[in-house]
């Protein structure tokens, strides 16, 4: 198991970027995949960025573009770049460690886009 803790998410207007920390309590190298994900009210969770052990990225097609996840392996730290931020955008983002024997969540952090 890992804990993970979120931090930078707040309030910024439409265009306006944040940055999304996630620090792993361990050494994330060898989890298979680091995720973040949102949730928005009354809607499902859904992916949003994620990097594999292999440092492959994929992402939704709303964040291709605009979004960009990182690892900082020395630091156990993932982070979500996010530009160009619309109201839709608005959610609660949760990072997500997902390995062969355990997936772990942080507690979220919110992320409100004004327009």
């Known amino acids: 198991q890992v804990q993970l803790v979120e931090s930078g998410g707040g309030l910024v207007q439409a265009g306006g970027s944040l940055r999304l920390s996630c620090a792993a309590s361990?050494?994330?190298?060898?989890?298979?995949?680091m995720g973040w994900y949102r949730q928005a009210p009354g809607k499902q969770r859904e992916l949003v960025a994620a990097i594999t052990r292999t440092g492959s990225t994929n992402y939704a097609d709303s964040a291709k573009g605009r979004f960009t996840i990182s690892r900082d392996i020395a630091k156990n730290t993932v982070h979500l770049q996010m530009n160009s931020l619309k109201p839709e955008d608005t959610a609660v983002y949760y990072c997500n460690a997902d390995s062969w024997d355990f997936s772990s969540w942080g507690q979220g952090t919110q992320v409100t886009v004004s327009s």
């Open positions: 361990r050494g994330i190298f060898s989890i298979n995949a």
